[in-house]
């Protein structure tokens, strides 16, 4: 072999290496009768999906369906972002996450620049990878535009695919302009990395917004499995119900606990006979569907003791924009559980549908 195969060989070999690592990050996404695609990223043990907001078209929930072999789970989307950006984010559980490794500062290095060259990186049903060519030919602040080197129609569903540039997710297409098949106006992953990362990192305040009318019902996850319970009763809590059927004791039983956050909610958990437990984990599960902020950061202690002295901590978690959280860790033994709720991810009242302990 000479020297200028063996150097061919190795530039194809990192480029199929490149390929094989975004096409796995890669996903098929299908909204009613709306299909598209978007990419997977991690961040605090979760993992999501950047995705065009006009996908979803205002619905809370999405199909995601990964490169081959397939497998596929809900996303729960949220739109957080300002009305004329078309960016949505969905957090993914299951299947589809335990394939999730792009970590998000992976869009935040772009340079998409006219004139470079970069692969438009699609998926079709069967998980196989379509890969097509095209040329920057236009670079503006929030989006840039591209087209096709060899003047290929654009297929439908492009939208939310990902052009790529060596191993760099430069943009995600958003549009096609009127009259044109072979182009496509991009969001440019700068833009993308500085705005999901504001939403993720940001704490929200006790500020108040209009309180939905009705009870929240309880969202049970498909793909969460029921466990033995342990019993433990509800005591008491930090802040008050906006209303007394919206209580604590709904926690352990049928209904939510809503309340208006002032400051960190403390609630507190006793066994029901006062007996010492063996605990191993605790989940938490509130409604995203409700109309209620969903809560965000929270901290577990537990105690022995007959009166809750000396509490030690048991778990630091957080609550996914799903509403679900599950936390587990080495057994240890409870008398007292205290559950505090630091934030929650948007701004007014919190509801919390059940907290159970395993």
């Keep these: 072999m000479t020297l200028f195969t063996r150097s061919l060989a190795a530039v194809l070999a990192a480029l199929t290496i490149t390929t ?65 950006m078309d960016l949505a984010v969905a957090l993914v559980r299951g299947p589809v996450a335990e394939r999730c490794t792009y970590d998000l500062d992976v869009f935040a290095s772009a340079r998409p620049e006219a004139r470079k060259t970069g692969q438009l990186v699609r998926l079709r049903d069967s998980g196989e990878v379509d890969l097509d060519d095209m040329e920057i030919t236009e670079s503006g602040y929030l989006t840039f535009m591209a087209q096709s080197r060899d003047g290929a129609a654009l297929q439908k569903g492009t939208s939310g695919a990902f052009l790529v540039i060596g191993s760099q997710p430069v943009g995600m297409a958003i549009k096609t302009p009127d009259g044109s098949e072979t182009e496509a106006r991009f969001l440019r992953s700068e833009e993308i990395h500085m705005n999901l990362s504001r939403w993720l990192e940001r704490r929200a305040g006790p500020i108040a917004r209009s309180t939905p009318q009705g009870g929240a019902s309880v969202a049970r996850a498909a793909d969460t499995e029921a466990e033995p319970e342990l019993p433990f009763v509800f005591v008491s809590a930090g802040s008050a119900p906006l209303t007394p059927e919206q209580s604590g004791e709904n926690l352990t039983g049928p209904g939510a606990y809503v309340y208006q956050p002032t ?81 929650s991810w948007e701004q007014g009242p919190i509801s919390v549908d059940e907290i159970r302990f395993e």
Excluded at 43 to 55: G, S, T
Excluded at 65 to 77: K, L, R
Excluded at 325 to 332: F, K, L, T
């Design 20 to 84: 094989t690592t975004v096409a796995a990050q890669t996903v098929r996404l299908q909204s009613q009768d709306e299909l598209g695609h978007g990419m997977m990223f991690r961040h605090n043990a979760y993992c999501y999906v950047a995705m065009p907001r006009h996908l979803s078209e205002g619905r809370r929930r999405v199909t995601v369906f990964t490169a081959a072999p397939v497998v596929h789970s809900t996303g729960w989307v949220e739109e957080p972002f300002w009305e004329d």
């Design 263 to 343: 400051r960190a909610n403390r609630i507190v958990f006793r066994t029901r006979d006062g007996s010492v437990q063996t605990l191993s984990g605790l989940s938490v599960q509130a409604d995203p569907e409700s109309g209620y902020a969903l809560p965000r950061k929270l901290r577990v202690s537990v105690s022995s003791g007959a009166t809750g002295e000396r509490p030690r901590n048991f778990l630091v978690g957080e609550v996914g924009p799903d509403g679900l959280y599950q936390g587990r860790r080495m057994p240890s033994r409870a008398r007292w559980v205290f559950v505090t709720i630091l934030d």
